[in-house]
C-alpha cells in the first residue's frame, strides 16, 4: 500500500544527514515568514483581502482580463492568447523566429515549466538560458526544480562546485557559495549582453494599467530585459488583479511568505516596451478557465506561487520535491496536479497527514488541506483508490456498523497482545516498521461501564467556582 | 472561434458564482519615525540608508563613500562626480563596467526599505548593471507602507518602474545568502 | 445538563483510563453524564483514506445514538473536529468543554511533574484549543489554562510548537518512512524539554508517538490530559 510518494520518500530519508538538513532548512525559512507576519498587526487582515481580492478578479476575470488586454496592446504590447501549452509553444516560436532569436535568455516561470517549453524550442534550435541561479544550475545539470521558490534546495554546495567545474571552469573543489554565485554572475552577465531576447514570467498582470509586475531576488529579469530588443512575458491568466491597490496588498505578502523577506529586492512594473523593442505578452489558460467551474478546487486559482505552503509541509520537507510525480510539489502541486490530470498525479494525495498547517501560512488563503481531503474522496471512483486501503476502509464500516460485533470484538482485542512478534511486526504490516503496536487493554471502557467499574457522574452541585 | 474569443467564452461559462471587490481599504502599518524605520529596515535588507548633514557636500560625500569608483554613471544635476552620462550611450551594453549608478528615486517606504524608482535616463539597464547603486532621495517622500505607495503612484507616469529594496541577493546554493547574484552589489540610499 | 460521552474506538481499546478519569472529572463537577452503548467509531479514519461514503453511516449513526444529548463529549480533539462539522448535536473535545462550557476554574489534586503539551493539529487548527503558530493572533493556550490548575506541575512545549507528529490516520500506514521520521523528531523536540511525560487532547497523536518511543525504548511517559486534570479525583 505504498504510494509512488512513499516510495520516493523513503528513498530520500536513507540518506539521512541530507534529509535533515533539508528538513531544518526548510523550517527556517518557515520561521523567517513568521517573523515577518508577526510584525504586521494587519497580517490576517491582508490575507483576508488578499483572498476577497483574487475571489472577486477571478469571477470576473472575463472582464479584468479583456482590460488589462485592451491597455497593455495601448501601451504598446502585443498580447496573445493561448488556449493550451502548445499553443503557447507556438506563439512564443513564432515570435522568435520573426525576430531571428538564437538565443533567449529566460527568467524564472513555473508556466514555461508547466509547458515544456525550454525542450520545445531546444528542439526547435534555439538556445535557451535560465538566469534564476538555482534554475541555470539545474538546467546546466539537466534536472528539474524541487521547489518552486528554491528550485535547488535539494543539492549541496559540493554537488554544484562540481558541476560548475565541469561547465563553467571554476576551482578544482571550490565549493564556496559566494565564490560559485560569483561565477554564476560573470557567466550569466555574457549571456544577458549576448541574447537575442528575453522572457519572462508574470507575478501580476494589472487589468486598470496594463501593466506587468516581476518580482525577483537576484534581479535577472532585469538584467534579462535590459539589453536585446524583445521581451516576450508568459503569463497565466488567472496572475490578472484589477489595480495597484489590490498590488499593494500582494506585494506586501508574496515576499514575507516566500522567503521571510519584506519585499523582494526588485519588484519590476513593466508597462511600455523599452523605446526600439518589442514587447510580447502571452495568455495562457491550458486548463485553468475549466477550474473556473470546479467549485471544489477553484481556490488553487488564486495561488500566487510563493512556495509557503511546501516550506511548512512536514511531509514535503521530509520527502524533497522530487518525490511528487507532478513538477509543483507540495500542498499547493498535489491539488494542481490533480486538476492537471488524476490519472498521472494521484500517487501524491496520499502525500498529506491533514495537519492544516499549509492553509493558515498560505498568504491567499487556499483551502489546500480540504481540497486534499476531498481528492480522496474522488480517488475510488477514478479507479486510484489504493486497494488495501479501501478493504480496511470497508472492514472498519462492518465493524463499526454492527455494535454488537464491535463489542465483542473489543472483548477479544487484549488476546492479541499475546501473538508472537513475528505476526504482527513483519513486512506487510507497515505500522511495524518504525513502532510498536499499542497494547490493548484488560478490559474496554465499554466493559468497565457494563461491569459497574467506572462511576456514573450524577446531578449535583458539589463544583463551585 | 479565435483563441482569445474561445479563452473568453469559457471563462463566462465556467464562472458559477461572483464575488464582490471587498470595499475596505486596507489599513497599513504606521511608524512613529519613518526616516529612522526606513534606516533600520534598509539594513535588514542588505542595503543602507544615510541621512546626508545639513550643509554637508553630496559630491563630497559620494567620493567618500566610493574612493574606488572609477566609472561614474549619472544623469542628475547636481551630481558632478559622474565620468559617464548614461542618456549619451548608443546601446545599454555600453554601460557594462561601470562601478557606480547614481540615481534618483521618487518614494521610500518604511516598511520594507523600497525605493520606487521611475525610469528616467535612456536605458534603464542603469539600475541593474552597475557594481554598486547610490540613489538619492527626499527624505520627505517615505512613506510608512506599500498601500501608501501605491496610491501615490496612481498619478505618476512611468514606462517602466521598479521598487528596490536592498542589492542584488540570491540564497540559491544551500540557502546561504550571497550579494550581488546580478545587480548591483551594494545598494545605499542616500536621504536628502 | 445532561452529556452524552463518546469513547472513540482507539481509547476504548487501548486507553480506557482515559475515559474512566473524565468520568471522575464529571462527577465531581456534578455533570449527569450517560454513555450509549452501541457507540462504535465516527467514522474519520476511512473518510481522511478517501472513503467518506464509508463513513457517512456511522456519522447517521452517532447522530441517532447522540442527538438528543444537550452536550456530547469525547476526549479526543480529532474525532470532536471531525464529528463538528458533519453531525447535529453539540459535541465538545472534553478540555474545550471544560475550558468554555463549564469555566473549571479550580481543580483537587497534584501532579508533581515537568510535562510537554503536545499541541495537535487538528486541536489546534480546527478546534483551536490553542493560538496556531502560523497565525498573528493573540497567543493562548485552554490546554495550559486547564492544566495550570493542577499543583505542582511543570508545563513546557517543544520546539516548532505545533507541527504534525506524523500519525494522521492511515497516513501512518501509507507513508510510513515519513510518519515515523516525523514521529521521532516530535518526540525529540518533547524529549529536550526535559518532560517526564507527553501529553495532550488527542491519544492517537500519543498513541503513534508513544509507539515510537517504545520502539527506540525512550524513557517517557504518555498521558492523555484529562488524567492530569482528574490526578486529585
Known sequence: MSSQHAKAARRFLDNNEQAQWHNRTLWMVREKRDRLAMQLPEWEELRNLASQIKMHSLSHLDYYLSRFAARAEANGALVHWAKDADEHNAIVLNILNEHKVKKLVKSKSMLTEECHLNPFLEARGIEVVESDLGERILQLMQAAPSHIVMPAIHLKRQEVGKLFEEKLHTEKDNSDPGYLTHAARLHLRNEFLTADAAMTGANFGVAETGEVVVCTNEGNADMGTSFPPLHIVSMGIEKVIPDHQALSVYTRLLARSATGQPATTYTSHYRKPRPGSGMHIVLVDNGRSRTLGNEEHLQTLKCIRCGACMNTCPVYRRSGGYAYTYFIPGPIGINLGMLRSPDRYSGNVAACSLCYSCNLVCPVRIDLADQIYRWRQQLDSLGKADRVKKIVSAGMNYLFMRPSVYNQGLRLAPSVNHLPRFMIYNPLNAWGIGREFPVFAKESFTRMWEKGKVKKPQNKDAYEQ | ?192 | ?233
Request: glycine residues 8%; proline residues 5%.
Open chain 2, 1 to 192: 472561434m479565435s483563441s482569445k474569443d474561445e479563452i473568453l467564452a469559457n471563462i463566462r461559462q465556467h464562472i458559477r458564482q461572483t464575488y464582490d471587490l471587498p470595499g475596505i481599504r486596507p489599513r497599513g502599518i504606521c511608524y512613529p519615525d519613518k526616516i529612522a524605520q526606513f534606516i533600520e529596515v534598509s539594513r535588514s535588507v542588505g542595503g543602507e540608508a544615510i541621512l546626508l548633514q545639513e550643509g554637508e557636500d553630496i559630491n563630497q560625500r559620494i567620493r567618500t563613500l566610493y574612493p574606488e569608483a572609477r566609472t561614474i554613471a549619472s544623469n542628475l544635476p547636481g551630481i558632478s562626480v559622474q565620468t559617464l552620462n548614461p542618456d549619451e550611450v548608443e546601446t545599454p551594453a555600453q554601460l557594462n563596467g561601470t562601478d557606480l549608478g547614481i540615481v534618483r528615486g521618487e518614494i521610500g517606504v518604511a516598511e520594507n526599505g523600497c525605493v520606487w524608482i521611475p525610469q528616467n535616463v535612456k536605458e534603464k539597464a542603469l539600475y541593474f548593471i552597475p557594481e554598486y547603486l547610490l540613489i538619492l532621495l527626499d527624505k520627505t517622500k517615505i512613506v510608512n507602507n506599500m498601500h501608501e505607495a501605491y496610491a501615490q503612484l496612481q498619478t505618476c507616469a512611468y514606462d517602466f518602474g521598479v521598487f528596490l529594496s536592498g542589492p542584488s541577493k540570491t540564497a540559491d546554493i544551500e540557502q546561504a545568502l550571497v550579494v550581488g547574484a546580478h545587480g548591483a552589489k551594494g545598494l545605499r540610499v542616500i536621504l536628502v
Open chain 3, 1 to 233: 445538563m445532561k452529556v452524552g460521552l463518546f469513547i472513540p474506538c482507539y481509547i476504548n481499546a487501548v486507553y480506557p483510563e482515559v475515559g474512566v478519569a473524565i468520568c471522575k472529572l464529571l462527577d465531581y463537577l456534578g455533570i449527569e453524564t450517560d454513555y450509549p452503548l452501541r457507540q462504535t467509531c465516527c467514522g474519520q479514519p476511512m473518510a481522511n483514506a478517501g472513503f467518506e461514503a464509508q463513513a457517512i453511516p456511522l456519522i447517521k449513526h452517532f447522530e441517532t445514538l447522540f442527538g438528543a444529548y444537550e452536550y456530547v463529549l469525547t476526549p479526543s480533539a480529532s474525532c470532536a473536529a471531525f464529528i463538528k462539522c458533519r453531525a447535529s448535536g453539540n459535541i465538545y473535545e472534553a478540555c474545550e468543554f471544560l475550558h468554555d462550557v463549564v469555566k473549571v476554574n479550580k481543580l483537587p489534586g497534584s501532579f508533581p511533574h515537568k510535562v510537554s503539551i503536545h499541541n495537535s493539529c487538528h486541536g489546534v487548527r480546527e478546534l483551536h484549543l490553542s493560538s496556531a503558530s502560523e497565525l498573528n493572533i493573540p497567543p493562548y493556550s485552554k490546554i495550559k489554562n486547564l492544566l495550570s490548575l493542577i499543583d505542582g506541575i511543570e508545563i513546557s512545549e517543544p520546539e516548532k510548537v505545533d507541527e504534525c507528529c506524523g500519525f494522521g490516520g492511515m497516513f501512518s500506514i501509507e507513508e510510513p518512512a515519513v510518519s515515523v521520521c516525523m514521529g521521532k523528531d516530535k518526540l525529540a523536540a518533547h524529549l529536550a524539554t526535559g518532560a517526564g511525560y507527553i501529553t495532550g487532547a488527542d491519544s492517537s497523536c500519543l498513541m503513534h508517538m508513544q509507539g515510537i518511543a517504545r520502539r527506540e525504548k525512550l524513557p517517557v511517559k504518555f498521558i492523555h490530559l484529562i488524567q492530569i486534570l482528574a490526578a486529585g479525583l
